[in-house]
């Protein structure tokens, strides 16, 4: 749905196979990867493109002299230009390396080996960890589908960013949305297309009969993408539509542009 992906700086001293195997794994789960090895114009360069550097610290560098070096050298133009760096190393070098490189200090630290099967959880975390801190000024999103597995999947993929709710049937969301506080109400709906007893269409008319529901954003979710399905659902006017086939990135990309 949209090609813009979030842009990953992966830099290393040295390029190497669990670097190659890092970068692949990054790019499988929908990240736009600039690897960058020990060059400190590339950095800056990709500055503009980049929302999240990653440093990969090679094993036994403090006893380097040359490396320590070099990752110093790295550490104070991450630290000027990234916005967000995560750092890659041993967890029994760390103190030592922000003993000997400050800068070190200010990034977030992931200690090796990586948990490649949590990759897409780490990157979360790494992205949007600040965004979570004050969890009452994130947008709160509530996800309305009859199949609790998918929903709490999306969850799991927008809860860094989003404050979430699951409800599993149509009349539970007009139930649960007409309890909800006015200063602390929800700012978009995910809304299955098709559910059972009360679908989703169903659901978005009595939402619009409502006062208290009539201007919430509502998406509709949707498996069917064929033309004339998308045609179906855009004629009942929701504020979009989102394939159940969309991927993680995309989603969380897809709400950003509606709720900020």
Not at 82 to 102: C, F, M, N, T, Y
Not at 168 to 186: C, H, P, R, W, Y
């Amino acid at each position: 749905m949209l090609e813009k992906r979030v842009g990953v700086g992966l830099v290393s001293l040295q390029y190497s196979v669990v670097v190659k195997g890092l970068e692949k794994k990054l790019q499988d789960i929908g990240y736009k990867i600039f690897s960058i090895e020990n060059n400190l114009e590339e950095i800056q360069r990709y500055a503009e493109g980049v929302e999240l550097y990653m440093l990969y610290i090679p094993d036994n560098v403090v006893e380097d002299e040359l490396k320590m070096k070099n990752l110093s050298f790295i550490a104070r133009v991450l630290d000027k230009n990234a916005k967000k760096v995560l750092a890659i190393g041993e967890k029994s070098s760390h103190q030592d390396l922000v003993d000997e490189i400050p800068e070190i200090g200010n990034f977030s630290w992931l200690e090796k080996p990586i948990d490649m099967d949590n990759l897409a959880v780490i990157m979360d975390r790494a992205l949007y960890a600040e965004e979570v801190e004050d969890t009452d000024r994130l947008k709160r999103v509530l996800i309305v589908d009859d199949d609790p597995s998918y929903a709490k999947m999306v969850r799991e993929w927008i809860k860094y960013k989003y404050r979430v709710d699951i409800v599993t049937a149509g009349m539970q969301a007009i139930s649960f949305l007409l309890k909800v506080k006015e200063n602390d109400g929800i700012d978009l709906i995910l809304l299955d297309y098709e559910m059972p007893v009360v679908d989703g269409p169903q659901v978005l008319q009595m939402l619009r009969q409502e006062p208290a529901t009539a201007n919430i954003p509502v998406i509709f979710l949707t498996g069917n993408g064929s033309k004339e399905a998308v045609s179906r659902v855009m004629e009942l006017k929701p504020n979009g539509y989102i394939l159940k086939s969309t991927t993680r990135l995309d989603l969380i990309k897809y709400l950003d542009n509606k709720l900020h």
